[in-house]
């Protein structure tokens, strides 16, 4: 069971890009904790702002985007206003991200074994190439690889593996918390869960919390202990994934649930489509504590 202390913390977190056509409120003002150990997942449909928090979180925000307000603490440590040097290095050894999309980033034309001589030097330059191939063996192992995965070029791995590359290279410095952006999108359902066994076997050998962002709540509801819905760049609820899931309060997480597929004929992008249609985000909801630890956007009322 996860400690309850939360190691990281985000307090009405707002982030914007400025464009030609105006300014786009990607996240708007969202809050939430994340415990020693735990398994929290953001759920949205595309566009909610998911990926843009995640990149906040991580001190990757770059022009058009802007944090213009809110904090982010992690071990009691305020992030926001740190310089970029110090952010590096907290991302290497205390947060480490998967982004969306990056087990298409991965080099062609390096072997898998050079990747990890990348990462691995990236914090510590003068290592041997004897240590690198040791570390490198122990992380292929953790995420269920082969050590001769080494020697194999990326498009000589299937999805679901190349995917295990990049968790293994993300967790290089064993950090305590690992957030992991869609990383099933794109793969097949025996691959996705593959991958999440993954990350759920990781995170309990390192005791890491995990924030896992998805669009697909079945999926995420698989793995996490509470989960986040986010809406038009807010959160309108957060709770236990079972109470989400039987007691659903807001209305657009009612209507996402309502729409989601039996597992048969799971299409993760339907639910999204159907809810987003009929709804309109809200910026005058607040969060309010609904049962114990199930928060849900309500209006303000004016007192
Ligand atoms: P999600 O990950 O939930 O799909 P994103 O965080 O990627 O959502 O995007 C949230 C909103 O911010 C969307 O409206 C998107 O178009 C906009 N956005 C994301 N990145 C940029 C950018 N670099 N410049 C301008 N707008 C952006
Ligand atoms: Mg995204």
Sequence with gaps: MADRSPVLQVENLEVHYTTPRGVIRAVDGISFDLAQGERFGLAGESGSGKSTAAQALMGL?????????????????????LSDEQ?????LAQMAMVPQGAMN??????????????????????????????????????VGLRRSTGDLYPNELSGGMKQRVCIALAITLQPKVIIADE??????VVMQRQVMQTLRTIQE?????????????????????????????????????GDIFHHPVHAYTRMVIESLPTLKERDPSRAARVSGARLQPSRTEVLRETAPGHWVAVEEKAS
């Design 183 to 188: 990383p099933t999108s794109a793969l097949d």
């Design 61 to 81: 925000i770059r022009p058009p985007g802007h944090i213009v307000g809110g904090s982010v603490t992690l071990d009691g440590r305020p992030l926001l206003g």
């Design 205 to 241: 050998r390192l005791g890491a919390s995990v924030l896992l962002i998805g669009h697909d709540m079945g999926l995420l509801a698989q793995f996490v202990d509470r989960l986040g819905i986010m809406f038009g760049g807010r959160l309108v609820e957060v709770g236990p994934v």
């Design 105 to 142: 980033s991965l080099n062609p034309v390096r072997r898998v074994r050079d990747h990890f001589a990348d990462s691995i030097r990236a914090h510590r330059a003068r290592v041997g190439d004897r240590e690198i191939r040791e570390r490198m063996q122990e992380l292929l192992a953790m």
């Design 87 to 91: 952010l590096r290095r907290i991302r």
